[in-house]
């Protein structure tokens, strides 16, 4: 079972008090965007095989958005951090970075 630390409340909560809101960092070009980006945008979703990072609801807690780094295969979370975050915080990529070394890096 998943277990993620709010950031918010500090509550370490398991995935039953959470929903899900898929992948993170989903920006929309504005203005001269394509209609593939806007597809993009609109219906398509990495779903890798790693590390992958999420947007979570503390539903059944605080009632906010935040969004998990952890790896897809093994469940190790990484850490959490606010949902207005454009990236993931540095202590979070050189986590990442130590325990995954063939990692890539982050890219939106
Ligand atoms: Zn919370």
Redesign the pocket.
């Known amino acids: 079972m998943l277990k993620f630390k ?6 370490v ?1 398991d995935e039953t008090e959470l929903v899900s809101g898929g992948e993170a960092h989903i920006t929309r070009e504005l203005g001269s965007s394509s209609e593939k980006d806007f597809a993009d945008y609109l219906f398509y979703r990495k779903n890798p095989r790693g590390v992958h990072f999420e947007r979570w609801l ?1 539903q059944f ?4 958005w ?1 969004i998990a780094a952890r790896c897809t295969l093994t469940m190790e979370v990484f850490g959490t951090y606010s949902a207005q975050t454009l990236k993931p915080p540095a202590s979070i990529i050189r986590k990442i970075k130590s325990r995954r070394p063939d990692w890539k890096g982050f890219s939106k």
């Open positions: 709010c950031p918010y409340c500090q509550f909560a503390h807690g605080c009632g906010k935040f």
